[in-house]
């Protein structure tokens, strides 16, 4: 039997204490409906004020709080925790609205955006009878070859856009895909704001795929269909379909764009 002076001690949590200051200050400022200031606040979270300000620079980046007029609130983020629209609920949601158009339009549906200087596939609704396409190669690093990367590549800004090619270099996956970095912004360059980008077999061979930009704010993002080549006579007509549902899909409770 195990003595007090050899029984097994129970390891002692790992606390971080940055996290825990900064909750602290969320808890004052939560009590607070009208706002308090930064001395306030950091008297009431245990503080010093040299901590609290950092943390408080912090917490208004990220959304939890806002500043205004001289005094600290809630903000966007916090509130979305209080009613349980973190980032899962509101990828669950998109989800959801990419089923009902699969369902509808009987394709695979996909919905991108360009976030902290990578392609981010949020989420894809397909069936067994409807696939989606096989992600062979990371979407993030072929943004070139695929429609979803070329949709969102042409919505940046020079620097961005050169910035993502000189992390992720052109290399042609197929031979239908764009040859090197000159071809890609010559194809980047001839492409309509607001025009669908369709691509043909360049990163699967066997399919053909089209993303539609979606213009919110300074977020780049895209919807994209595919279909095998020899259904390619759908493409077209369901890019088409898809379209005049994006006013809807921005405007619905059950879609956000901001992830």
């Not at 606040?41 to 503080?47: H, Q, S």
């Not at 989800?95 to 596939?121: C, K, M, N, Q, S």
């Not at 780049?220 to 379909?241: G, M, Y």
Request: glycine share 8%.
């Amino acid at each position: 039997m195990a003595t007090a002076a050899t029984a097994p001690r129970t390891p002692a949590p790992t606390l971080i204490g940055s996290v825990r200051r900064a909750l602290r200050l969320l808890e004052a400022a939560a009590s607070h409906p009208g706002g308090a200031p930064a001395k306030q606040l950091a008297r009431e979270a245990g503080l010093p004020l040299p901590t609290a300000y950092h943390l408080l620079r912090t917490l208004t980046h990220e959304g939890y709080l806002r500043r205004e007029s001289g005094v600290f609130v809630l903000g966007d983020a916090a509130q979305r925790l209080v009613r349980g629209e973190g980032v899962q609920n509101r990828r669950g949601k998109i989800t959801d609205a990419l089923g009902r158009w699969r369902d509808t339009i009987g394709v695979p549906v996909y919905f991108a955006v360009y976030h902290e200087g990578e392609i981010d596939l949020v989420a894809v609704a397909d069936s067994p009878a409807r696939p989606a396409v096989d992600e062979w190669a990371d979407f993030r690093e072929t943004g070139h070859a695929h429609a979803i990367g070329l949709c969102l590549l042409s919505q940046l800004d020079d620097a961005s856009r050169d910035d993502h090619l000189d992390r992720h270099p052109v290399s042609p996956l197929t031979p239908h895909s764009v040859r090197d970095r000159v071809a890609l912004l010559e194809r980047l360059g001839s492409l309509g704001r607001t025009e669908p980008v369709v691509e043909r077999q360049e990163y699967a061979v066997g399919t053909v795929c089209a993303a539609v930009p979606i213009t919110a704010g300074t977020t780049a993002a895209a919807l994209a269909i595919s279909v095998p080549c020899h259904r390619e006579d759908q493409l077209l007509p369901a890019v088409d379909r898809l379209r005049r549902e994006i006013g809807f899909l921005l405007t619905s409770v059950d879609f956000s764009i901001s992830i």
